[in-house]
């Protein structure tokens, strides 16, 4: 609508603008560049994403303006950056949801092709977390149950649950996805009882296990630092791994040594140990990535979560 | 009477069209999906309820009567003030094709002078003084310094330059 | 007792009082100015506060939280451009207020009732913690529909004049939410194949579209000289109400916090629900019902109270369980776990001077609010005394702002137009517009209640009625709606707007 004829004006002007900057990259930057996050600010990814604005800014010498446009789930975003002129000044914080679950359900207005993968920072710690007084002490206890009976499990996102559905698919136990608004209701709901499992992140889960009303019985993809005792969910015995990294991404056709230069720019944020404190306070795990290592966590995942979609009956296209 | 009554009931038929529109795009939702009611049955039967409520209205508009209040007394609007009147429509359709191409700072210089020098008569300078001001005050202040987003364009960022 | 004395301690310091007097201040300037959320700033903020003290830190972001409850009010008021979806309801009564010349009269009351909330709803945090937080967990999906039925059969309160016409709008309302990624399984729903409609109609933009961008096409009517933008008190402190404002203000506030902080507990939407309820208890206990709507001071005072009351409320679950209540609050316990603080029980034993410092913070902050405030709005009213053609551009300008900020792009504002027009539309017909955002705001949560809970179950009805408090809360929206649905003794209209 309205905001897409915007857009083509702003290619049309950057078009002009960027010319020179495509025959020759030396003056680049020579105005500021976006860095679109499709979160709301203040949450762990975007304080991430503003610093890694710091650092890119820093590298270049040139100015990085962190725009959060959020809305269609992360689509939004991801959108006007693959739809910017590629000219090396919008890049994007990946939206993982719009690359594996959107396009089975709707329209997307770009594939994985129209992205360059540039690199990652981190990945979340994720839980499977159950009611302290829930009779199971293992994960293998629960999936005994999952043979005999449906267990609910609650999550904001529909990624959280990959190693559990994937564990469900090599054990028979099965797993009913209970979608909630929000990562906090998720907790609400285990911990009163009303659905079996909380899967989500470990910043989220950390107050409530603290205080002993949630128990871990798995962790993925990797043990908690802070919770070192609590084995994997390949640990326990089944081959299940919720990996959801954290990375960017800018329109394909960005000059080569632009890109170059923000790759270089992302894995120096990803070591610095500002950032790296950042992310072991908030139980996140460090884990810098090359854009093609990047892409791979990301693209391995496509075949479960399409299968995942299907079984929920999400898959439409 | 005639014309009283239909333009009683045309608030009633025109909420009715749009229910009927909006329950037709409901009708194309699945009601059920593999975990129970899906993503059709609650529009369906919002839009249903909208509908037939504002059918009941056309049929009987007495039932959309209030006996407390007699509707909004209407003031007699004179040429003057009717020409005021379009000059602020004019101004909202300004705000939306402003926010989508011109960016803050020329709809802010453009709205001033429509609202205060065309609809209110004010001398044509101070109301581009006003227009400028809320554009510097608007991009860099709140734009700039606040980090607000704000509708964007070249004018725009040639101002915030300026304090960069 | 001790440990709250042993809070303020901790409060008194140069640092930490210097730091919870700029998270107020904040606060104030983020609830006046459109488009800056309290998101944004705690964001921008976050980063600077690593090099401060845990305590102080905290103090100062919590500040910027509850105090931006105490600025929304403002632009309800004079300009009946509503900040945030809780001051909705404050434009009905507070703008009407406003237009009688009351508008300081309004302001100091929702100032003073903002305070009431603020610090009642502190000593619940500081005494009744630990059983109230349980509340949160004792509502499943099956309860929270319940409660949102509830609230939906308040509505009926809201009606005035025609019911048949109410319910329409509700319906609309109902519709309206439904605009959008279906909830559960994300598929567009009456979205019509726009993508500017893929997210929904945005709250703001409906909100200011309805009320802001509606009353200004109904001021643009009028003649300049039959145009009363009310002339503001000349006298020092004319801006104080009178005695009959304060006398019939009190039993509003007093009922909106205990109202307002127990529906704020709740996670979701607490602070917008606890309004329009109030507003609906204010407009059941009324001796003169008929004058809600035209600048009732109850209907101010009970509703601005109430909201005020569920964001101390909301703050609960937070710093008791680490539970966020919403997105703001979801931001805090970020800002918290960077910090090294994870809230909870756990807090309260081993971080006793970070939690009870923060409780003594929130009592110190809402007085200098209450000092902040009260100066400012003598000030502020001042706004009305700018004529016409320089206020109509403010106007349209702020809402140009607000709707485009939290709505990303232009569709926003075009949205926000759209419904400008059908606003001004719908008024000049008597529509009742309040119950068209009231049941918006519901819907959504009604909706994924009601399929959650049936998820859960596999289909099974019989989980609706499983609960003692499901039960009672069905029951309640039964009542409220018969009740509501009650013929009612024609009033005699004496003034009209």
Redesign the interface.
């Known amino acids: 609508m309205s905001a897409i004829t915007r857009r083509s004006l702003v290619i049309a002007g950057g078009t002009v603008l960027a010319a020179p900057a495509l025959a020759q990259n030396a003056d680049w930057p020579s105005k500021e560049i976006r860095l679109i996050v499709s979160v709301a600010p203040g949450g762990g990814a975007d304080l991430v994403a503003r610093q890694v604005a710091r650092v890119i800014a820093q590298d270049t010498g040139g100015t990085v303006v962190v725009r959060n446009i959020v809305g269609g789930s992360g689509l939004t975003g991801m959108a006007e950056m693959a739809s910017s002129p590629p000219d090396g000044y919008t890049l994007s914080l990946v939206n993982i949801g719009s690359l594996l679950v959107l396009p089975h359900i709707m329209q997307v207005p770009f594939s994985w092709d129209d992205l360059a993968f540039l690199g990652g920072i981190s990945q979340n710690y994720y839980g499977v977390a159950v009611a302290a007084n829930s009779p199971w002490q293992t994960f293998g206890d629960m999936i005994a149950t999952g043979k005999t009976r449906r267990i609910t499990y609650a999550c904001a996102t529909i990624m959280n649950g990959v190693a559990l559905v994937q564990a469900g698919n090599q054990s028979g136990a099965r797993f009913r996805l209970v979608n909630t608004q929000t990562d906090a209701e998720a907790i609400t709901q285990t911990v009163g009882g009303f659905v079996d499992i909380a899967m989500t992140s470990s910043t989220v889960l950390l107050p409530m296990l603290q205080s002993q009303r949630l128990k871990l019985l798995a962790v993925t993809p990797a043990r908690w630092p802070n919770m070192p005792d609590i084995p994997t969910v390949k640990e326990a015995g089944y081959n299940g791994e919720t990996v959801v990294p954290l990375g960017f991404a800018c329109p394909a056709g960005v000059p080569a040594p632009i890109r170059a230069r923000f790759e270089a720019a992302i894995l120096k944020a990803a070591r610095d140990p500002a950032t790296v404190e950042m992310l072991t306070r908030t139980i996140n795990m460090p884990k810098p990535m090359t854009g093609a290592e990047f892409r791979h966590a990301l693209f391995s995942q496509a075949p479960t979560i399409e299968a995942m979609l299907a079984e929920a009956g999400m898959k439409r296209r | 009477m005639s014309r009283f009554l239909r333009s009683e009931r045309l608030?009633y038929i025109a909420?009715a069209a749009?229910?009927l529109l909006?329950l037709s795009?409901?009708m194309r939702?699945e009601d059920f999906?593999?975990?129970?009611?899906?993503?059709?049955i609650?529009?369906q039967i919002?839009?249903g309820?909208?509908a037939a409520?504002?059918l009941?209205?056309v049929l009987v508009p007495a039932?959309?009567?209030?006996?407390?209040?007699?509707?909004?007394?209407e003031?007699p609007?004179?040429p003057?003030?009717r020409r005021?009147?379009h000059?602020?429509?004019a101004?909202?359709?300004l705000?939306?094709v402003?926010?989508?191409?011109l960016g803050?700072a020329v709809?802010?210089i453009l709205?001033?002078l429509l609202?205060?020098w065309l609809?209110?008569r004010?001398p044509f300078h101070s109301?581009l003084l006003?227009?400028l001001a809320?554009a510097v005050v608007?991009t860099i202040g709140?734009g700039h310094y606040?980090?607000?987003?704000?509708?964007y364009a070249?004018v725009d960022?040639l101002l915030r330059s300026l304090v960069? | 007792m001790e440990q709250l004395l042993h809070g303020f301690a901790v409060v008194m310091t140069p640092a930490n009082l210097f730091f919870c007097l700029v998270g107020t201040l904040l606060g104030t300037i983020v609830g006046i100015i459109p488009g800056l959320g309290p998101l944004t700033t705690i964001a921008i903020l976050l980063p600077v506060t690593y090099k401060l003290d845990v305590t102080s830190a905290l103090i100062m972001l919590s500040g910027i939280y509850y105090g931006v409850a105490y600025g929304g009010t403002a632009t309800s008021v004079l300009l009946r451009i509503p900040g945030e979806a809780s001051s909705v309801v404050t434009c009905i009564d507070g703008y009407a207020m406003a237009r009688k010349g009351r508008a300081g009269a309004a302001l100091t009351i929702a100032a003073v009732g903002s305070f009431v909330a603020g610090t009642v709803g502190t000593i619940g945090i500081s005494y009744l913690s630990p059983p109230l937080a349980e509340l949160v967990f004792a509502f499943g999906p099956a309860e929270y529909a319940a409660l949102m039925l509830a609230g939906l059969a308040a509505v009926t309160y809201f009606s005035s004049g025609s019911l048949l016409k109410s319910l329409l709008m509700a319906a609309f309302g109902l519709v309206l939410g439904c605009v959008g990624k279906d909830p559960m399984t994300l598929e567009p729903r009456l979205t019509f194949g726009l993508t500017g409609l893929l997210d929904g109609i945005e709250l703001p933009a409906l909100a200011i579209g309805l009320f802001g961008l509606s009353e200004i096409l109904l001021l643009a009517r009028r003649s300049q000289s039959s145009l009363k933008m009310i002339a503001p008190p000349r006298s020092l402190l004319g801006f104080l109400p009178n005695r009959e404002e304060t006398r019939r203000s009190v039993a509003p506030v007093a009922r909106g916090t205990v109202l307002g902080f127990l529906v704020g507990v709740l996670p979701g939407g607490g602070a917008v629900i606890a309004s329009f309820l109030s507003y609906a208890l204010e407009k059941k206990f009324a001796k003169q019902p008929e004058e809600f709507g035209r600048g009732a001071v109850e209907g101010l005072a009970g509703p601005e109270t109430a909201n005020n009351a569920a964001s101390s409320g909301s703050l609960l679950p937070l710093l008791c369980m680490g539970l966020p209540a919403n997105a703001t609050t979801a931001v805090l316990l970020n800002a918290f776990i960077l910090h090294g603080v994870a809230p909870g029980p756990a807090m309260m034993t081993q971080q006793p001077e970070i939690f009870w410092g923060l409780i003594a913070s929130m009592y110190v902050g809402n007085v200098m609010l209450l000092v902040l405030n009260l100066p400012l709005i003598g000030l502020m009213i001042r706004i009305l005394d700018v004529p016409r053609a320089y206020l109509g551009p403010i106007i349209l300008l702020f809402c140009m702002i607000g709707v485009y900020s939290s709505v990303g792009d232009a569709s926003g504002v075009l949205i926000a137009v759209v419904f400008g027009f059908v606003g001004y539309y719908l008024r000049q017909h008597g529509f009742n517009l309040g119950m068209l955002i009231l049941a918006f705001v519901l819907g959504p949560i009604l909706e994924r209640s009601v399929r959650q809970a049936l998820n859960i179950s596999d289909g099974e009805f019989g989980v609706f009625v499983a609960s003692p408090i499901s039960i009672t809360l069905l029951c309640l929206a039964a009542a409220i709606l018969l009740l509501g649905l009650w013929p009612r003794r024609p009033v005699v209209n004496t003034e009209d707007d």
């Open positions: 608030p909420a749009v229910a909006l795009q409901a939702l999906g593999p975990f129970g009611p899906g993503a059709g609650f529009p919002t839009a309820l909208a409520l504002a009941a209205l039932l959309g009567r209030d006996a407390a209040a007699p509707g909004a007394a003031e609007v004179g003057e003030e005021t009147f000059l602020y429509i101004g909202l359709v705000m939306v402003g926010s989508a191409f803050f709809t802010a709205l001033a609202i205060a609809a209110e004010r109301a006003f227009g809320g608007g709140l606040m980090e607000i987003e704000m509708p070249a960022s960069r």
